[in-house]
């Protein structure tokens, strides 16, 4: 069975930092592209960022680009996304998505994590 | 960079079928996807590439597309199909970047 559990999120003021992570399991890990998709209270989704299976290409919206760092380690089958520089439209739930291309991303989800919650406050 | 533009809401009489669409430059390049939120849940894959459901996925779902336009097409709509759904597709502007429609609301009378 695959599962895509977050961890990581919580209070932050403005320009404070937050780590999440992302421990997958159910399927090979590495053979994957994954996303960060979020999702702010009431809104719709927004993909944040993306890598593919080798950690080799990275992705970002214009939003968060030069501020938040996708990666991943393939031996713990966990993604990461930190997050610098936080603003008050970061909050927002954000999932992890397993693509379905096989190493490379095509930008189609097939599974989703339950997400964790970032609130940035002043 | 691109958009995807969704009726905010649609309505449907239960067993009726109902056409959600998506518009945007991007789908004249790209095959949308299409996801299913239900209150308090995350994201389900319905549709994706041409018109591809995942294992689970009931057969009442499709997607089509024509120039501009993709739909996601339920037939014989059930109340277990009341929901939000979201088409994505990649960017078309020439970044590797991903798109999602603003949602539509689904409501079966």
């Known amino acids: 069975e695959v599962q895509l559990v977050e961890s990581g999120g919580g209070l932050v003021q403005p320009g404070g930092s937050l780590r999440l992570s992302c421990a997958v399991s159910g399927f090979t890990f590495s053979s994957y592209a994954m996303s960060w998709v979020r999702q702010a209270p009431g809104k719709g989704l927004e993909w944040v960022s993306g890598?593919?299976?080798?950690?080799?290409?990275?992705y970002y919206a214009d939003s968060v680009k030069g501020r938040f760092t996708i990666s991943r380690d393939n031996s713990k089958n966990t993604l990461y996304l930190q997050m610098n520089s936080l603003r008050a439209e970061d909050t927002a739930l954000y999932y992890c998505?397993?693509?379905?291309?096989?190493?490379?991303?095509?930008?189609?989800?097939?599974?989703w994590g339950q997400g964790t919650l970032v609130t940035v406050y002043s | 960079s691109s958009e995807l533009t969704q009726d905010p809401a649609v309505s449907v009489a239960l067993g009726q079928t109902v056409r959600i669409t998506c518009q945007g430059d991007?789908?004249?390049?790209?095959?949308a996807s299409w996801y299913q939120q239900k209150p308090g849940q995350a994201p389900v894959l319905v549709i994706y590439g041409k018109n591809n459901r995942p294992s689970g996925i009931p057969d009442r779902f499709s997607g089509s597309s024509s120039g501009n336009t993709a739909s996601l097409t339920i037939t014989g709509a059930q109340a277990e199909d009341e929901a939000d759904y979201y088409c994505?597709?990649?960017?078309?502007?020439?970044?590797?970047?991903?798109?999602f429609g603003g949602g539509t609301k689904l409501t079966v009378l």
């Open positions: 890598l593919s299976g080798n950690g080799g290409s990275t």
């Open positions: 994505n597709s990649r960017d078309s502007s020439g970044n590797p970047h991903v798109v």
């Open positions: 991007s789908l004249r390049s790209y095959y």
């Open positions: 998505a397993k693509d379905t291309g096989n190493t490379a991303m095509v930008f189609q989800f097939d599974y």
